[in-house]
């Protein structure tokens, strides 16, 4: 199944350089994918926790199937943008 971009959200802190990392990415790609700070957002910090399984950003988190994928560490977000935007 092909991944829709309008299904992504990328939980992320401005400051942090493996969010930078996939930040840069995403320019590159010219991706559109919705930013949740999680420095000015609690009610998504305990939901990425929650959820999500960690509190660690960045995570994307992938809606699809009716089901929610939290996806971390930046390589593999950046090999998952790769792979299905390039």
Known sequence: M?????ALSLYHKEH???CHKVRAVMA???LDIP???MNSN???WQRLQTE??????PCLRIDQ???THWMYESDDIIEY?????A
């Open 65 to 67: 199937g009716g089901e």
């Open 52 to 57: 999500g399984g960690k509190g660690m950003v």
């Open 42 to 44: 609690a009610q998504e």
């Open 28 to 30: 590159e790609l010219k």
């Open 35 to 37: 930013l949740v700070d």
């Open 81 to 85: 943008l790769r792979d299905n935007f």
């Open 16 to 18: 942090c350089p493996f």
């Open 2 to 6: 092909m991944a829709d971009l309008n």
